[in-house]
């Protein structure tokens, strides 16, 4: 898997402000829903909507609003949304969208025939186990 080093976002609201997920960002929205890992749940509705017109719009504040805490640690989940009107919502949501799908890891290559490369050599030393017969 190839690594991507993650970038700040640069959004354009009232100021230009920076949009990152760190840590404090993941821990954040945990504290925000009150249960821990619920930023992976975040995350997947965010990038599993590829129409911005269907992200429900608290888990699109709250998102935006935990990767804009490291550039503004005084920012409010209220005083983001009210930087937003629909316009500014889908237009960052696309920004923010496009980026993080560019920051994940690519998935594994697979050979044609569908074997895992990362496996041990089989006897074909192409990583297949040979079928038994009888």
Known sequence: ???RQPK???VDLDKRRYFFLSMNS???IDDELGREGAWVEVLETLLSQPETKTVP???FRLILWAGLIDDDPE???QQVGALLDFAAFV???LQINQALS???PDAPATSPEGDDPNAPAGPSGNGATPS???
């Open 1 to 3: 898997m190839a690594y």
């Open 8 to 10: 700040a976002i640069p």
């Open 26 to 28: 993941y821990a954040a």
């Open 57 to 59: 719009i608290k888990t």
């Open 75 to 77: 920012l409010t989940l």
């Open 91 to 93: 237009r960052v949501s």
């Open 102 to 104: 560019g920051q994940l």
């Open 132 to 134: 038994a017969t009888h």
